[in-house]
């Protein structure tokens, strides 16, 4: 086989080709074993704590801050709806079945107790008039034959029996008497002012305003029919807020809240803690707080979604940067400085925020210094 010129050239090219490649591979292999020795050199690892040598590229990168207690706001945000409060609310219905035949009110008309809402024709309300005008007729009859028979008695000129028979007969009717004037009252109606014959006049049982009024003129009502009228006092209101049970300690009565409404953007319109509920909803593992406002303009509707503001008692507390903290797993902890190369890994206990800072429950004492920046670097150790 005949070999030329260019074949031998070939055969070169690559054989110097392949030095080539063994050297690149070398040279890398062992740059990458100096690196990782150089690394190696510049800290070593002893259970939770990292030890830097004082030549360590990564001790220059670290950023420090000593631990300090400080005057802390724990501040907590929830959504809340706008509520009536329960005795300043009144849902006016009929309590007869019959027909409406007058209306005294408007929308937004102001009444006190006792003002008339509508007047209402109905035959069980003139039949509860009746049976009380009757029973209290009967009553004032067997009083008087009491006090007659007792007269007598004392005289002696009366009978025993018939005596027992007049108290027998005067309880009967003082009974009946009592329990046809809770009848009237249950609806609201007074006695001493009532008119047998006339319509009944529906009254209102608190003081407020028609803030809901459906009355029909001539309309006729059943005894279950829904109510035609509704009155509130809304000078108050409540605010229902949602408190996480882990924030729940903070929260105490009378405590002052700030209210905000995306109506009012530029209003802050303050409250006061009225009632913490006893019960946690197990569904959303939170506590319904109760927050009374004074609503003199009525700028808080009920129904009405706001954003309430909850300020605890300012507290001495311990504050770090949240770039200090690391999270492994479920758990929170901080390198902290202990002599001029050592940092050890300490679990801490974090609860609120404040302008990126956060709050260690425990976990840190005033005077340790904490490695705030470039705690990443040491995490690589691990």
């Known amino acids: ?21 063994n050297l690149f591979v070398l040279f890398s292999c062992s740059s990458t074993k100096n690196e990782e020795q150089g690394e190696t050199a510049a800290y070593r690892i002893e259970g939770d704590a990292v030890l830097l040598n004082a030549e360590s590229p990564i001790y220059a990168k670290l950023g420090f801050e000593t631990v300090a207690e400080e005057d802390f706001i724990l501040e907590m945000t929830s959504a809340g709806t706008v509520r009536t409060i329960p005795n300043a609310y009144a849902e006016i219905a009929s309590p007869f079945a019959g027909r409406i035949l007058r209306s005294f009110v408007r ?17 069980d309300y003139f039949n509860a008039e009746k049976e009380y005008t009757d029973a209290r007729q009967e009553f004032r009859q067997a009083e008087l ?21 007049a108290e027998t007969d005067y309880e009967i009717k003082k ?3 009592s329990n046809s004037l809770s009848a009237l009252k249950i609806f609201n109606v007074n006695p001493e002012k009532m008119s047998l014959g006339k319509p009944m006049i529906v009254r209102s049982p608190i003081k407020g305003e028609i803030v809901d009024n459906n009355i029909v003129i001539g309309q006729y009502l059943k ?21 996480k049970e882990k924030d729940i300690r903070f929260i105490h009565e009378l405590d002052e809240v700030e209210v905000k409404v995306a109506a009012y953007p530029d209003r802050l319109i303050k409250g006061k803690v009225y009632h913490v509920n006893e019960i946690v ?11 009374e406002c004074d609503n003199i303009n009525h700028e808080l509707k009920p ?47 974090i609860s609120g925020t404040s ?14 210094t904490i490695v705030t920046s470039g705690g990443s670097l040491m995490l690589r150790s691990y």
Do not use: C, H
């Not at 509704?230 to 108050?236: P, T």
């Not at 909803?281 to 927050?291: A, F, M």
């Not at 009405?304 to 300012?314: E, I, K």
């Open 281 to 291: 909803d197990e569904e959303t593992r939170s506590v319904e707080v109760l927050i």
């Open 223 to 243: 005894e279950d029919a829904e109510p035609i009228a509704v009155v509130a006092e809304l000078s108050k209101v409540w605010i229902v807020g949602q408190v």
């Open 145 to 165: 034959n009491l006090k007659r028979q007792q007269d007598l008695l004392k005289n002696g000129v009366g009978i025993q029996r018939e005596l027992e028979d």
């Open 1 to 21: 086989m005949k070999v030329t010129t260019r074949d031998v050239s070939l055969k070169k090219g690559k054989l110097v080709l392949l030095v080539i490649i």
């Open 303 to 349: 129904g009405m979604y706001v954003t309430v503001l909850f300020r605890d008692t300012p507290q001495k507390s311990i504050l770090i940067p949240s770039s200090a903290v690391f999270q492994a797993n479920d758990r929170q902890f901080v390198f902290v400085k202990e002599g001029d190369n050592k940092f050890v890994k300490r679990e801490v206990n």
């Open 107 to 123: 929308l937004g008309q102001k009444v006190q107790p006792g003002s008339p809402i509508f007047e209402l024709s109905s035959p």
């Open 175 to 177: 009974s009946a008497l």
């Open 355 to 368: 302008n990126e800072r956060v709050v260690v429950v425990f976990g840190l004492d005033a005077g340790e």
